[in-house]
């Protein structure tokens, strides 16, 4: 299918566990290209957050074109947007906005609670935040939940966060 066919983005779900590997590698190949600073994603950690309700997916027929999930920190008191990647060839189409709100739609929905927030080193991510009402803050402002923070030990820029004892790194945090 073309890149420029149509683009559905929804709540993923069992249908969706094959493009698993597929958001995993490309993740993968973003990290190791140097394009990014982000966490490694295994396979199992996304086919959990499609089976649980917490992940968006963009697809264009039965191709995957985009992926983000959300995960509760602090007993309920902050929510995260995480992993949120867009295939290349679906790039400067409006994927990554797309899939930004309806993880937080699905934000709102299974944690009202939370305080969503979000750490990235996109410019590009940083300004669909921006666009969606959130405001870039200090990490002090966002979950000290030492689980999140465990998540950040695959990025290449691990160093970085652990040298400012978690009070920085290259990632800009944003809250909504």
């Known amino acids: 299918m073309s890149p420029e066919a149509a683009i559905a983005v ?3 779900g069992p249908e969706d566990l094959r493009h698993a590997d597929a958001i995993s590698e490309a993740i993968r190949r973003e990290v190791e290209g140097g394009a990014i600073g982000m966490a490694l994603r295994p396979p199992e950690l996304i086919r959990e957050k499609m089976l649980s309700g917490d992940a968006a997916i963009a697809l264009s027929g039965d191709r995957w074109a985009g992926f983000c999930y959300i995960s509760p920190w602090e ?3 902050f929510v995260s ?3 949120l990647i867009v295939e290349p060839s679906f790039r400067g189409r409006g994927v990554a ?3 930004k709100r309806e993880s937080l739609r699905l934000a709102r929905e299974r944690h009202p609670a939370a305080r969503p927030f979000g750490l990235t080193t996109s410019p590009a991510v940083a300004k669909v ?3 969606l009402g959130f405001r870039e803050v200090s990490y002090r402002e966002i979950t ?4 999140f923070w465990k998540g950040c030990e695959s990025c290449p820029l691990h160093a970085t966060l652990t040298a400012n004892r978690g009070e920085s790194c290259h990632c800009k945090a944003f809250v909504l």
Do not use: K
């Not at 000290?144 to 689980?147: A, C, F, I, L, M």
């Open 10 to 12: 929804r709540a993923a």
């Open 75 to 77: 007993g309920g008191r």
């Open 81 to 83: 947007t995480s992993a």
């Open 97 to 99: 906005r797309l899939l």
């Open 129 to 131: 935040n921006l666009e």
């Open 144 to 147: 000290r939940d030492p689980g």
